[in-house]
């Protein structure tokens, strides 16, 4: 099992900055990529990007750009800095980790999320 806690989220201004973090702990090294997805009310949850232990990312069409996602994998943390930030970014922003293979990311475990709320 891996256990995963995201931190980080809150109240900004359009336009604004936010990091989000997640600290893995337990079984780290049954997992070889971690990620983040989103889910906004009355919306599908949507993966919004991942990176692998080896540094290979993606990122959903929709936060292209303004998303980064990174990985201290000496702490077994996992970051998700989002820049230019939009009223339709406010979702709850979920931590997952899995297995990547073969170009496919397959999430597994998911954390209990945190709140982003972007509004003036």
């Known amino acids: 099992q891996v256990q995963l806690v995201e931190s980080g989220g809150g109240l900004v201004q359009p336009g604004g900055s936010l990091r989000l973090s997640c600290a893995a702990s337990?079984?780290?090294?049954?997992?070889?990529?971690m990620g983040w997805y989103r889910q906004a009310p009355g919306k599908e949850r949507e993966l919004v990007a991942y990176?692998?232990?080896?540094?290979?990312?993606d990122y959903a069409d929709s936060v292209k750009g303004r998303f980064t996602i990174s990985r201290d994998n000496a702490k077994n943390t996992l970051y998700l800095q989002i820049d230019s930030l939009k009223p339709e970014d406010t979702a709850v922003y979920l931590c997952?980790?899995?297995?990547?293979?073969?170009?496919?990311?397959?999430?597994?475990?998911r954390g209990q999320g945190t709140q982003v709320t972007v509004s003036s």
């Open positions: 997952n980790a899995g297995t990547y293979y073969k170009g496919t990311y397959y999430p597994t475990y």
């Open positions: 990176i692998t232990t080896t540094g290979t990312t």
């Open positions: 337990g079984s780290i090294v049954s997992i070889n990529a």
